[in-house]
């Protein structure tokens, strides 16, 4: 298995509050990402990290932030939390170099986080 | 921008039975395709993956074509199993601005009745 740890596992905050999630890797691969799983949605990008300080937006950004100043952590910051980001959060990693992008990608066991 | 588009489950079938699980996709380039596999309390694990046009994937007894001319990565399996319940989902992954994107569809959830 990728060595991929997510923290916390579970997490109940109240609505307004900030919040991050850890995603903590030992394989050094370069790519890093974050996923939100909803019903009848599947798995969307919320940011993605291509190295150590280059990140990028995905589909679904707004109200979240991330950081990435080492290469093993990337971390998901909700900035004030709301009712629409109870979701279950899965960190990826890929080992992607310059002229391939047919690596699959290894996810954690994700972070369930209910906001009340 | 490019999408995914999976067959709506919960999909029911009989031990032994055949299975297919349809993908079809829009990308602007020439993507990688993907089947990934999820099982309750965890995370997503690659299925099997093509990376061009008329590659099969195949990986304990699944089975995906690339399909370019109708846009699409079916999943079969000939005889599935109780141990196959799961949710499968199809996926792409195409260069972008910053690097590289995999993007899913919504997911198809597998119910396999002994």
């Known amino acids: 298995d990728a060595g991929i740890t997510q923290s916390p596992r579970h997490k109940v905050t109240e609505t307004g509050t900030p919040v991050t999630l850890r995603c903590h890797q030992t394989e050094n691969h370069r790519y890093m990402y974050w996923y939100r799983q909803d019903p009848g949605h599947g798995l969307r990008l919320i940011h993605y990290?291509?190295?150590?300080?280059?990140?990028d937006k995905g589909e679904v950004s707004d109200g979240y932030s991330v950081s990435r100043s080492k290469t093993e952590d990337f971390l998901l910051t909700l900035e004030s939390a709301t009712s629409s980001q109870t979701s279950v959060y899965f960190c990826?990693?890929?080992?992607?170099?310059?002229?391939?992008?047919?690596?699959?990608?290894?996810f954690g066991n994700g972070t369930r986080l209910t906001v009340t | 921008g490019d999408s995914v588009t999976q067959m709506e489950g919960p999909v029911t079938l009989s031990e032994e039975a055949f299975l297919t699980i349809n993908c079809t996709y829009t990308a602007t380039g020439y993507p990688s395709l993907f089947w990934y596999v999820q099982y309750p309390g965890e995370g997503l694990q690659l299925l099997l993956k093509?990376?061009?046009?008329?590659d099969k994937g195949s990986n304990k007894g699944f089975e995906a074509t690339y399909r370019k001319e109708t846009t699409s990565f079916h999943l079969e399996k000939g005889s599935v199993q109780v141990s196959d319940s799961a949710v499968y989902f199809c996926?792409?992954?195409?260069?972008?601005?910053?690097?590289?994107?995999?993007?899913f569809g919504a997911g198809t959830r597998l119910f396999v009745k002994a």
């Open positions: 990290s291509y190295g150590v300080k280059d990140t």
């Open positions: 990826a990693i890929a080992e992607r170099d310059g002229s391939s992008y047919n690596s699959p990608l290894h």
């Open positions: 996926a792409l992954s195409d260069k972008d601005t910053g690097g590289f994107k995999t993007i």
């Open positions: 093509a990376t061009k046009a008329d």
